[in-house]
């Protein structure tokens, strides 16, 4: 274990709840509390037990708190070094004082941002990409998203590519053996290797960067703009979906002005719902801006729902919308079905150009179990997602595997064209370092440092 010196913070959200945790890892843990702790001697207690007490003030007697503390011993703790954690009264005040106390006590630091994760990774607990999934947990949105998260983090990444890294090994092993053969042709042995065993690990690398999509829609939501004309109820849609009442709802044409996003679970599906202001030509300046601002959620979008006025029909507007998500993924809602009908249906079908068609009374909650059913089904129908699949949906780790992947290519290149084969080996030993940077076995250290400071405080 390497040696760091004695940290804490507050481990458990700001704001009011029943108890707060301060927390402390390093040498200086277990005796710093102590020394503020009135209750049993926590310097011999056993290990991963949990004691009750007051904490005060050593010089003035000034009490703090009442408190439990946990004593956990190095190294088997979260972050392999001696961790206290001090369970006290929940509120922002009563946490703060006790974080002061034990800030005022000789050689404690207060945390960074991801320190004490930082810390599980220095000691070698666990690897980098297992400690990204710690923070992907926390900022999980969705249970299918926490799911993808813990099997990160129990290293199901990690181990792909510690096999991938180990392949590429063997194969810069196998070429080098092959050299020493010289009643082969070499070159020729060596372009048949790397095409077999690296091809092998290219060929898992890209299926992995098929996943990172639905990774990235599992870990944000997808991206779903709300759009239609004024009135058509696009709002009344977002409250219905969110089963909230989110976003206002009146009579009046123009009511949303700026766009409002949800996080929404539909059958599974996590959403990142976007209601928008409704698109139509307006001098009020205000209106305008939330218009361009719909415009803007509509390029960005995965996905679209348009919505449309079933008892007005389709308007130019309308078709000047369909136009704008012509090669989207959208699903057209038929609204306000409860009124009389003045749908042009064979028009509709043809702008719908197969896309999913749904009709909605959003006044008496009709039709929303075919509208979920159809979000789902666009979702699922691609085929992905299986249990026991790993996935990626780190920016970083995108970054890397196609990096990875354009370095193997390079050696099938070089190998291909008869190059030196110590110019085939570089390239894949370049191969190997940037895959190893995904579980941080070769990744810099001012890039560790940037990673962990986009961590909570106290994580
Ligand atoms: N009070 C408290 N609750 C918490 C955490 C915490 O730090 N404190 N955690 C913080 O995220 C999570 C639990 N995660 C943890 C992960 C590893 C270890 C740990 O001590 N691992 C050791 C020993 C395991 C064992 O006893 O077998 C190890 O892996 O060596 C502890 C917590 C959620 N709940
Ligand atoms: N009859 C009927 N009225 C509806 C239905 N859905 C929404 N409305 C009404 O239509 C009006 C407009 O609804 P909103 O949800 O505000 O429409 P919007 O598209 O968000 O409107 P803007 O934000 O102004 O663009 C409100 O008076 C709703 O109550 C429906 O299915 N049937
Ligand atoms: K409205
Ligand atoms: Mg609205």
Redesign the pocket.
Known sequence: MLEFDTITAI?TPMGEGAIG?V?LSGDLAVETVNNVFSGKDLTTVDS?TIHYGTLKYPDTGEIVDEVMV?I?RA????T?ED?V?INCHGGVVAVNRVLELILDQPDIRLAEPGE??KR?FLNG?IDLSQAEA?MDLIRAKTDRAMNVAMSQMEGRLSRLVRELRQQLLETIAAVEVNIDYPEYDAEEMTQAIVEEKAGEVKHILEQLLETAKQGKILREGLGTAIIGRPNVGKSSLMNTLVQETKAIVTEIAGTTRDTIEEYVNVKGVPLKLIDTAGIRETEDIVERIGVEKSRKALEAADLVLLVLNGHEGLTVEDEALFEAVKDMNAIIIINKTDLPQNMDSSKLEKLAAGRPIVATSLLLDEGIDALEAAIANLFFAKGVESQDMTYISNARHIQLIKRTIGQIDEALGSAVMNMPIDMVQIDLRRAWDTLGEINGDTVQESLIDQLFSQFCLG?
């Open positions: 481990s945790i927390r991963h946990s956990m190294p088997k703790t979260f392999r961790v954690e004490f994760t599980a607990r710690v994580k």
